[in-house]
């Protein structure tokens, strides 16, 4: 018995959308191996960029004891902002400051670009803030573990490196690596790249903040204010 022709037409229609389909997967799994090779390749020069940078830095302060110097290492150009006191008392001023931070709730914590405005305005809301120099490792672990990206003004977890491509391809930053190393070098495409990454929601440190030294500067045994790379392990206990 002959098929009827909207019979021959729908099985032909549908063996083009398979056809297509598989075309369509094989391309993507291609693309997919090509750009796991790239984000590896990545990762290892930034890895060897970061090595090179420690034994510089090593190999100066050396050379300068050895001829009774100092060396002073470039001034820090990233901080790690973490908000340690909730809203009551805060000056609308600070409270703006924060907002602008994106510091809006208690345990929050974002990266921040080093200059003379930015460095006033954490002056200005150290009594509600602890803050420091986070080295690369506290910027992978934070992102690994606590890292969501902003899409479509949607709080998204960076599950994948999908996420990253989604947001931030258009800027060359394709992979975690890219990321981890925009932040960290505080690159050209900072700012694009820390709106990307939504603020992130710490713990409370593991035995918690004293009542007593909570309001005290870090510089008197308290907490808030700048605290230099001492920053790295109050968020060891806040991851």
């Not at 021959?8 to 075309?23: D, G, N, W």
């Not at 690994?144 to 996420?163: T, W």
């Not at 992979?175 to 900072?190: K, M, R, S």
Request: charged share 25%; net charge positive; with cysteine.
């Amino acid at each position: 018995m002959k098929k009827p022709e909207s019979v021959l037409k729908k099985e032909a229609t549908q063996a083009k959308i398979a056809a297509a389909a598989k075309e369509a997967e094989a391309a993507a799994a291609q693309k997919a191996e090509a750009d796991l090779a790239l984000f590896k390749a990545n990762a290892a020069k930034y890895d060897a960029e970061y090595e090179k940078e420690q034994k510089e830095l090593v190999e100066n302060r050396r050379k300068a004891k050895a001829t009774g110097g100092f060396y002073v290492p470039a001034q820090p150009k990233l901080a790690l902002v973490v908000r340690i006191r909730g809203t009551i008392g805060v000056s609308p001023k600070a409270k703006k400051v924060m907002q602008l931070f994106r510091l809006r709730q208690l345990h929050n914590a974002t990266f921040v670009k080093l200059n003379e405005a930015t460095i006033r305005m954490l002056r200005l809301i150290e009594p509600y803030v602890t803050y420091g120099y986070p080295s690369r490792a506290t910027v992978q672990k934070l992102i690994y573990k606590r890292g969501f990206g902003k899409l479509n003004k949607q709080r998204i977890p960076i599950a994948d490196n999908s996420v990253i491509q989604e947001g931030l391809s258009s800027l060359g930053i394709n992979c975690v690596a890219d990321l981890i190393n925009e932040i960290y070098t505080v690159g050209p495409n900072f700012k694009a790249a820390n709106n990307f990454l939504w603020p992130f929601k710490l713990s409370s440190p593991t035995g918690g903040f004293s009542s007593k030294t909570k309001m005290l500067h870090f510089m008197e045994g308290g907490e808030s204010g700048a605290r230099g790379e001492e920053i790295n392990n109050l968020v060891k206990k806040m991851i």
